[in-house]
């Protein structure tokens, strides 16, 4: 199990990101996750984002990234492993 977060920032065409979009593709892929609303700048421009934070495999981790990636026409998905997530 990895922990993982995604930085998610606008389509290429609208300048938004699609929530349900977004929400449906983690849907299809993960049990849970967490998402987090922000603002990032691309290329000098503000611009939406969402922060994901996913706690699965690593491998389905990287897969959803390129889901993402492509269903959400992004040129890229940042992402950072964190320390394991704990639960008690």
Do not use: C
Not at 11 to 30: A, K
Not at 33 to 46: A, C, D, I, N, R
Not at 50 to 70: A, E, G, H, Q
């Amino acid at each position: 199990m990895a922990t993982v977060q995604l930085f998610v920032g606008a389509n290429n065409f609208t300048g938004e990101v699609d929530r349900q979009l977004l929400i449906d593709t983690l849907n299809d892929r993960h049990e849970g996750y967490t998402l987090s609303e922000g603002q990032g700048m691309w290329q000098g421009k503000p611009e939406p984002m969402v922060l994901v934070t996913i706690s699965d495999s690593f491998d389905r981790v990287m897969s959803t990234i390129l889901k993402i990636k492509t269903t959400l026409n992004q040129d890229a998905v940042g992402w950072i492993k964190l320390p394991d997530m704990q639960f008690a």
